[in-house]
DNA sequence: ACAAAAGTGTTGCATATACACCCATGG
DNA sequence: CCATGGGTGTATATGCAACACTTTTGT
């Protein structure tokens, strides 16, 4: 590769999360509202660009922090967007990754130097977005739908101690269908990833459930 | 983004790709030696950087056939490598592919510019890779390996027609372990996407197998 | 005792596995 | 008629889906 051919100049990569929670049963992703331009005042998928001295993951760490104060979270990749005309200034590649955290836990800065705001929105009430990050966010969705069964992408979405009902009640909203109260305690507890903790939620008015903490 | 930030620039995209084939029962992975620098006199998976005008897919077929003469290749993208210290002369990020091809119908060139040779190597005899070649090789391997039972990522490894004894003998040879042949077949005849084409191979010595092809 | 939600078990169905015999061909 | 590999079916086990009643708590 010759290093001078202008061909191989500027492009840039970008890291792009797709950020999920659970909120009230209510399946929501996290956006924010850019400050400059381009795109200026548009909502967008948390990210940014990845310097030539860190990997993208830690692009996207740093990113996170920058635009609102987001740190601790985990987030695995799926994609990558390549269309050259994808980002107006510049050619960027976007790499995508999807992330789900339990927004109670969660601190984040309504403003920052690039950002004017910042919220969940309902993923069926999402603005129109920046760049391509509807159809990133749609092929995040999917992903996020394909793993919520074999994988551990849950595991951060609550607190250490969680209920059943309350992980049921979070993949039907993920997934957008009722399942089988039963069917999903038998499925989920064969899978030997979550153990009883041997302790019981303290709420009232009904029969206190158990709760359960992921063994990773 | 600043676009002036030095700490954007000098950074590239790389496809890479790891081109599978079965032959004779024998599962194997094209390598092309370096004719330059960095790493030159090494072996290497194909693959290339990318202009700032063209998606990555596009930049790895431009890639393929010039360094190998390679043309018509499908492939699959799997993950993203982005230490920054993986490539030496400037920092390269690598998208990285998957493709599975019929060694016996395509056509590539063992010298061009930049490659001084070409070949198909069995798995198990694999020389030292240049870059991170060797972990993208592996990864790229057990991702081939996932992906054989639920997708069709093996519908270009045989001519139109081909056998179902061809077929078991190449997912044996993939996976590294016996299959059952009866079950293989009932397995892959349910999954809908090979039909029985009413014709027959022309081999001596035994009874002719039937000829399938893939539906897509 | 009632309302509200948690917890539990059984049966049928579909899918996957294990396994053995007959068939067509060329020599 | 024999050697080679191709083709088929059945019985069992395992995993998944459907489904209803009992338990605990607070009021």
């Known amino acids: 590769m010759d290093i001078n051919n202008p061909l191989y100049k500027n492009q840039g990569i970008h890291a792009v999360l797709s950020l999920f929670t659970v909120e009230d049963g209510k399946f929501k992703v996290f956006l924010i509202k850019r400050k400059n331009q381009p795109y200026k005042d548009m909502w967008t998928l948390v990210g940014g660009a990845c310097y030539n ?3 993208i993951d830690d692009a996207l760490k740093r990113e996170m922090f920058e635009k609102a104060g987001l ?6 990749m799926f994609n990558v967007y390549s269309n050259p005309q994808r980002s107006p200034l510049c050619r960027m590649i976007a790499i995508a990754y999807v992330g789900v955290i339990d927004s109670n836990r969660v601190k984040y800065l309504k403003e920052t130097n690039k950002t004017q705001d910042a919220d969940w929105f309902l993923i069926d009430r999402v603005p129109l ?14 992903f996020l739908k394909e793993k919520i069964f074999d994988t551990t992408i849950l595991k951060d979405l609550f607190p250490p101690n969680f209920t059943l009902p309350q992980l049921h009640k979070a993949y039907e909203s993920i997934l957008n269908k009722q399942i089988d109260r039963r069917n999903f305690r038998k499925g989920l507890l064969q899978k030997n990833i979550i153990v009883d903790t041997g302790k019981f939620e303290e709420i009232s008015g009904k029969k206190p459930s158990k709760l359960y903490r992921f063994k990773i």
Do not use: P, S
């Open 53 to 55: 001295n860190e990997t």
């Open 71 to 76: 740190k601790n979270i985990n987030f695995k």
């Open 129 to 142: 977005l920046a760049y391509d990050h509807q159809e990133i966010l749609q092929d995040a969705i999917e």
